[in-house]
Structure formats: C-alpha cells, structure tokens
C-alpha cells in the first residue's frame, strides 16, 4: 500500500468517527487526537521527499491557492485596472493597486479560474500579447507613483495562438522584463503554482523571487521538453527530474531567494494559512528592499540578473 493510500484511509476512519461523535453524542477527542497526529505524521513522511514530477502534479491542481481570490485574501482595498488601451483586455492576466500590511503596492497576477466557464475565458492562465501589454501600463503606472511592485505567477506560458503573434507578444514579454528591470521601486516575484517560460519570465524579473515549496520554475513544461529531447511526451517525468524547475533546486542555484513552506499536503489543503505565510515573507522582503536607496537598488538589480543562476547568487 502507498503512503497515498494509507493517508486516505486514515482520512477515512478520522471523517467516519467525526460523524458517529457528532450523531450519537459520543466523546471519541481522544481516538480522533490518535488519528490526527498519525496523519499530520503520515503527510509530512509523504510530502518531504515528493519528486520532480510529483511536485509539477501539485503545482497544476485547479484548486491551488491563486488569481484574484488569493489577492483579494492578501492585500486590503485592491482596485482592478482592466485593458491595455490597444486590443482590449485579458482575464488572464489581471493587476490593479492595494495594501498589504498597510503599504501600498501595485500588483499583477495569474488568473486560472475554477469554474470550466473561467478557465476556458481565461486559457488556464495563459496570458496573450495584450494581457502583456496591459501588465506593462500597469507598471509604468506605478513606475510614475514609485509604488512598489509585487507579481504572483501560476502560469504553464503565454498562449501560443496566432492572435498572441499577431500582436507581438514576444514584443509585450520583453517590455514587461525591460519595464521590471529598470522599476523605481522595490519589486518581488512569487511563483504560487506553474511558473513556466516566458509568460512567468515577464513577471519575475524582480529584486527577489520567491516560490511556494511545491511551485515549479522552468523555461518550458516537461512535456514539452520531452517531446524535443526524447520526441516522445511520455518521458516527461524523466524531463522534469533534468530541468530542475522545483523551488528546492532554483533556492540551490541562486535562482529564487526563499522557498515558503506549504501545509502538509500542500497549499491547496489551508488556503488562509498559504496566504499568510506569503503575506508574511512579502513584507520581510518588502521591508529589507525598502531600506536601499534607489541607486543601490538598481545596482543590486543589475547584478543579480547579470550572474542569474550562479549557485549562490540569489540569497
């Protein structure tokens, strides 16, 4: 039996004396303290050594914490600004201003949707060129205002569709980077679930790039590198233990500078508690950021993206 499958039937057998406790009156808190402590255990077994391939299953759930529910939980007072003034607007990648913690900040994110109805509106969060284009008015927005800039990417790419093309999306994604490098105020990045090639590139050009712990971070999807390396999808499990795009890996290189924790089982099992561990790690990297003049802060910029990569470079 897989550790999976012990974990279900513990969840199983707490759910059913749960139920007899409540319909017969019965005291079971000690048998259910029993069960529950085997099943924090039980998570924390499983999910500490979770593989490469494991982790991308996480980071796809359509239930992982993201989109506007995620902010609209994070920040007080969000306002939306909606088209980029050229094509139109995108629902897949949204942004507009808020607080968190009291301070200002401009934001943009991902959005993936949960209903089959969002989801096919907003292609799971694959932003096309004039989602871009819009991200880059929001940042010289609050380029003007000196605002700092916070970005929370879930995204398998930008959309790959003629339309996207048409409208130079290659163009918008490299504005957006150009835009994040050269922002007149502290920026972080926080990959929530997918973060995947250049649609995550546009936002996570930033001062620190964080992840959550089951995120994933890569310059394309695992089956897309198996279908060029192996020209057979089906090795995507071996591609995604190569590219080493978990949050682990990326802190190791230089890549990100802090991998949150997640709950036992994942972010999509506490929702409140993910958020507030990011709010958290937010506002620590927002206050350190905050401290460095505005020289300083570019200087800094500058070389980070200059050595990318180099272990050690990000933290």
Known sequence: MTGEERLRLLEEKAAELRRLAQEHDLDLSAELAVLEQKIAALKRSIYAELSPWARVQLARRPDRPSGLP??????????????????????????????????????????????PEEQRQSRFGMASAHGYWKARRIMEVAARLRLPLLTLINTPGAYPGVQAEAHNIAGAIATCIWQMLRHPAPTVAVILGEGGSGGAVALAAADRVLMLENATYSVISPEGAASILWKDAKFAEKAAENLKLTAQDLWAL??????????????????????????????????????????????????????????GSGH
Do not use: M, W
């Open 254 to 311: 230089g890549v990100v500078d802090e991998v949150i924790p997640e709950p036992p089982g994942g972010a999509h099992t506490d929702f409140l508690g993910t958020v507030e561990a990011v709010r958290q790690a937010v506002l620590h990297h927002l206050r350190e950021l905050s401290t460095k003049p505005l020289d300083e802060l570019l200087r800094l910029r500058y070389k980070r993206y200059r050595h990318v990569g180099s272990a």
């Open 70 to 115: 995620f902010v609209q939980a994070l920040c007080a007072g969000f306002y939306e600004l909606r088209g980029d003034r050229i094509v139109g607007d995108d629902p897949a990648l949204r942004g507009g201003f808020g607080k968190i913690g009291g301070a200002r900040v401009a934001l943009l994110f991902h959005q993936r949707g949960t209903t």
